[in-house]
């Protein structure tokens, strides 16, 4: 069960990193959470800004299944948390692979990690959940904030609390294989399908219609030609 341990730090480098550390011998589901992160981290090794008032969390997963059934996994976080912004009374939206918007903006991001060693995927969450945009570094104004979109402070541990249950109902359905509803579910977030999107990947950038995505969680794209497209990592654009 997710959430049955959690270790609380006021301040740690990165949760992501102390789930790695202690994933061998934690029990499936341990979660880390942090005040403050003085190095968190994003994905694309990009930094995660992590000041008090954010929520940073990593949760240490060990689905009893193969790993090429691990892809799914941060899909299916993205759809927690957007549950859980959801219950607040707000609006969210997914971006492809796995970012949380609000109004366009992101409001949190997922990164999952994982490798042959552990047998663990880390899954690490973090929300910009009572956060100043305005005291953000120049580059990541362009990000939002629950606090910004809801005009107000939230709860922190009840919102984590409500996480902590979505993770569990959509991660259970994971585990009993039911892929095909998680991608039914993440699709009701997404704004993409059946327009015209502009993909940017590490070297080259796609046009096409967004159609449908593949049991991997992959973007499956309808080129000029009719052909379709499977894309595994890149920058959406709706156009
Ligand atoms: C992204 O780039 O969108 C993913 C951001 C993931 C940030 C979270 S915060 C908790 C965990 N610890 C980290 O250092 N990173 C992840």
Redesign the pocket.
């Known amino acids: 069960m997710i959430g049955k341990k959690i270790y609380r730090f006021t301040e740690i480098d ?3 990193d102390f789930a790695k550390e202690i994933a061998d011998e934690a029990e499936e589901g341990t979660i880390i959470i942090a005040e403050v ?1 003085k ?5 694309l090794n ?1 930094v ?1 800004f ?1 000041p008090p008032g954010g929520v ?3 949760v240490i997963l060990k689905p009893p299944l193969s790993q090429n059934f691990f892809p799914p996994i941060s899909l299916l976080a993205s759809i927690a948390v957007a549950k859980a912004i959801k219950k607040l009374g707000l609006n969210p939206s997914l971006k492809w692979p796995n ?1 949380v918007l609000l109004n366009g903006k992101k409001v949190a ?3 999952t990690e994982t490798n042959s060693k552990w047998k663990a995927v880390i899954l ?3 929300i910009n959940a009572n956060l100043d945009i305005e005291t953000f570094p120049e580059e990541l104004r362009e990000t939002t904030s629950i606090k910004k979109e809801l005009q107000k402070e939230i709860v922190i541990d009840n919102f984590i609390k409500d996480l902590e249950y979505e993770l569990n109902q959509v991660y259970f359905l994971f585990i009993e294989s039911r892929l095909a509803y998680i991608l039914k579910e993440w699709k009701s977030f997404s704004q993409m399908f059946n327009r015209r999107i502009e993909v940017r990947t590490p070297t080259e950038v796609i046009e096409g219609k967004a159609v449908d995505l593949d049991e991997d969680g992959a973007l499956l794209i309808e080129m000029s030609d009719g052909s379709l497209r499977k894309i595994i990592a890149g920058n959406v654009k709706i156009l």
């Open positions: 990165s949760t992501q992160q190095k968190g981290r994003g994905r990009r995660w992590s940073y969390l990593s970012d991001g997922i990164l690490g969450i973090g």
